[in-house]
């Protein structure tokens, strides 16, 4: 009985320490422990006991992640606990507008072999050298798009 207890209140515990730790370690060690107190005590108490047990150890974790996820969020210090700060930018630049692009004249930012950097009217954009090897510095025309990049030529 003392094991089944013991193995009940480590789950519980491993589990309210997963909010503090990252990653789902703790969980997963915490939902073992439980589990196998469930087991021991089918083992030990019979059948009326092992449903017993699993019953208190569902109602245990259905607390548990009560607290964690419904209760604590409300509270000071769960509010300490959360990010509250956003991201406004996005991580790739926008993509290119046909009408805007197409027959321009572009600058070689960085050789292109055949991809890299081209400038366009002040734009920075990925292109792809229908020409090879082009090397930086060198005056191009837009000739396309594909999907994220300009495709130029050389004039």
Not at 128 to 153: C, E, W
Request: with cysteine; hydrophobic share 50%.
């Amino acid at each position: 009985m003392n094991a089944i207890l013991l193995l009940f209140l480590l789950g519980v515990l491993l589990l309210a320490g997963e909010v503090f730790v990252p990653g789902a370690i703790l969980g997963i060690i915490g939902g073992l422990c439980m589990a196998a107190g469930c087991v021991i005590s089918f083992l030990r108490l019979g059948a009326g006991g092992g449903v017993l047990a699993t019953t208190v150890a569902l109602l245990l974790l259905g607390l548990t992640l009560y607290v964690e996820l419904v209760w604590l969020p409300k509270t000071r210090f769960g509010k300490k606990l959360i990010v509250h700060s956003t991201v406004d930018s996005t991580s790739q630049p926008p993509l290119a507008e046909k009408e805007n692009v197409m027959g321009r004249t572009a600058e070689a930012l960085t050789p292109l072999v055949p991809s890299g950097f081209v400038l366009v009217e002040g734009k920075r954009y990925e292109a792809f050298s229908q020409s090879g090897h082009v090397a930086k510095g060198a005056t191009l025309r837009v000739v396309g798009l594909d999907n994220f990049r300009l495709i130029v030529t050389q004039l």
